[in-house]
Nanobody, 126 residues
Framework: QVQLVESGGGSVQAGGSLRLSCAAS????????MGWFRQAPGKEREFVAG????????DYAESVKGRFTISRDNRKNTVYLQMNSLKPEDTAVYCC???????????????????WGQGTQVTVSS
C-alpha cells in the first residue's frame, strides 16, 4: 500500500504554467497506472490525465489535451503533471491516485483508483 503527497500548486495568470508532483511517501508505485484528477467547488471529481506503469501509454481529458503532459520517474517514485496555457476553468484541487497494476491501457473511472492524496490547489486568474 502507498501514501501519496501532491505539491507544486499555486496561483497563476491565465496562459501561465505549473508543474505538479505526486510523490509516494510510503510504498512504491512503479508497477501501477497513475492518474491525476481535479475537483472544483460544487463540481464532481473528474479525470485529468493517466500514465501506465511503463510510462509509455498516456491518456488525457479532452479539455486538457495539448496543454497538459503527464509523466513519471519510477526511480524517484514520483508522477508529474506539466500544465501549460492554463485557463481559469482549470482552477481546482488536483489529486493523484493509484490505478490498476501492470496495465498498458489507461482507465479513467474514479472508482478504479485508490490511495488518494490530499491534493494541491491550482488557481488560475484572468
Amino acid at each position: 500500500q502507498v501514501q501519496l503527497v501532491e505539491s507544486g500548486g499555486g496561483s497563476v495568470q491565465a496562459g501561465g504554467s505549473l508543474r505538479l508532483s505526486c510523490a509516494a511517501s510510503e510504498g512504491t508505485v512503479g508497477t501501477y497506472t497513475m492518474g491525476w484528477f481535479r475537483q472544483a467547488p460544487g463540481k464532481e471529481r473528474e479525470f485529468v490525465a493517466g500514465v501506465s506503469w511503463t510510462g509509455v501509454n498516456t491518456d488525457y481529458a479532452e479539455s486538457v489535451k495539448g496543454r497538459f503532459t503527464i509523466s513519471r520517474d519510477n526511480r524517484k517514485n514520483t508522477v508529474y503533471l506539466q500544465m501549460n496555457s492554463l485557463k481559469p476553468e482549470d482552477t481546482a484541487v488536483y489529486c493523484c491516485a493509484v490505478g490498476p497494476r501492470f496495465r498498458s491501457g489507461i482507465v479513467t473511472e474514479t472508482t478504479e483508483y485508490r490511495s488518494w492524496g490530499q491534493g494541491t490547489q491550482v488557481t488560475v486568474s484572468s
